[in-house]
């Protein structure tokens, strides 16, 4: 069975000269036994008649926000009953109000009402897709898991060559098929993802941790429930809410993290232990506050906490076992050296020096080591689509054990 049979994907079409290859793809889509919704702005009925969508399509074109049946929010319904949305093309203008959260026409609502995968193919002038207000809307609309489909470089409707073209009809729709054959294909499958720092008590007031932020913990879970998998979330202290549909658990120690890894880890076919567990922890905690004196030294001791992941490595069986490291220096021998001492399944490793790397940003750079010595890196993007590559790099040890 096709990946896009009887799914519900919605059609967004924007006023650009290419709305006319939004014909296309409702042909194609159907022709894939989709159900598709067209959707139109105003700026693109001037490009492209609804007629034309409606007939190729046989589903009425949304065209208002607001219409005289007040018994029905229709942007509402079609959110809720999607599978995907796919705009194309996509406009600079399109971009930015999803971007900066702007809901003034019914695609707009709808995207922002939306649980479903939005894809874009954007279609402008090149001048237009260069301008870094627009390449930073693109970015932001990236790392909350928006996918975008090119542009291609060529003819535009200016007569001049450049980057701004949408990507031809057929490879939109099969992007669009890839898309949501991925978000099957952890079904029936369960994984424990770790995110966050710990916090190490030393009295009512103070405590030890770290710089992380959850985000790259948090991205893997978001990926993993988006593509069928039950995930079970153990996070430190953050800022961050959890993502929609995983099972959520808030610990603040290392040892507690310890304790609910292993209550949960028999369930899971495999655990990622992207959190950044203290090593050490204060020996004692103080009942009340610890209080300044004349000394101006203060000795602490501090004592090891349980190494989860060398841990996990000793009692994984046949689980999958993926862990994380953030080093400044000597980052592939560190890795590989952790990758084999906590018998790992995947080493996710990255220099904290870089820019765009490390605990606070929205993106990272990581180098992939698997448990065959295989070393790939990847070039700076957002969290999301770092925890996207792990996820397909999780999917082909499941394929290649046969669980």
């Avoid at 159900?35 to 007939?55: D, E, G, R, W």
């Avoid at 026409?105 to 237009?128: G, H, Q, R, S, Y």
């Avoid at 898991?145 to 007569?159: E, M, S, T, V, Y």
């Avoid at 905690?285 to 300044?292: F, H, L, S």
């Amino acid at each position: 069975m096709g990946a896009l049979r009887n799914k519900s994907i919605l059609v967004g079409v924007t006023g650009s000269i290419a709305a006319y290859k939004a014909a296309e793809i409702v042909r194609l889509l159907r022709k894939k036994k989709a159900i598709v919704y067209p959707i139109m702005t105003k700026a693109a009925t001037h490009f492209l008649s609804p007629l034309t969508l409606q007939n190729l399509a046989s589903q009425k074109v949304t065209l208002k926000l607001f219409s005289r049946d007040i018994r029905k929010a229709e942007h509402l319904s079609l959110a809720e009953l999607a599978d995907a949305c796919l705009i194309a093309p996509a406009t600079a203008n399109i971009i930015g109000k999803i971007a900066n959260g702007i809901a003034d026409d019914i695609l707009t609502t709808i995207v922002l009402a939306t649980k479903a995968p939005v894809l874009l193919a954007p279609a402008m002038n090149n001048m237009m897709y260069e301008n870094p207000i627009l390449q930073r809307n693109i970015g932001s609309l990236k790392a909350i898991g928006f996918k975008f489909i090119g542009p291609a470089r060529g003819d535009l409707a200016d007569g001049k060559i450049g980057l701004g073209r949408m990507t031809e009809p057929q490879e939109i729709v099969e992007c669009l098929e890839k898309v949501m054959q991925s978000r099957d294909d952890f079904l029936g499958k369960a994984f424990v993802v770790t995110a966050g720092p710990t916090r190490e008590p030393l009295d009512r007031v103070r405590f030890f941790s770290n710089y992380s932020s959850g985000k790259m913990g948090y991205a893997l879970a978001e990926e993993g429930a988006s593509r069928g998998a039950r995930i079970v979330l153990i996070s430190g202290p953050t800022s961050l809410d959890p993502p929609s549909g995983v099972e959520f658990h808030w610990v603040e120690s290392a040892r507690e993290m310890h304790k609910m890894v292993k209550e949960k880890m028999g369930e899971a076919d495999g655990i990622v232990m992207s959190a950044a567990v203290s090593d050490y922890a204060p020996a004692r905690k103080e009942n009340g506050k610890i209080k300044k004196t004349t000394q101006k030294k203060f000795i602490l001791e501090l004592v090891q906490n349980p190494d989860i992941l060398k841990e996990l490595g000793q009692r994984k069986e046949n689980k999958i076992l993926v862990g994380f490291c953030a080093e400044t220096k000597d980052l592939e021998k560190e890795a590989l050296r952790k990758l084999k001492e906590k018998s790992l399944d995947l080493i996710v490793a990255n220099n904290i020096t870089e820019e765009g790397a490390g605990f606070k940003g929205d993106t990272n750079i990581v180098t992939l080591i698997n448990n065959k010595g295989k070393v790939e890196h990847l070039s700076r993007r957002s969290k999301r689509e770092v925890a996207r590559v792990i996820w397909d790099k999780i999917r082909e040890m499941i394929e290649n054990r046969g669980l």
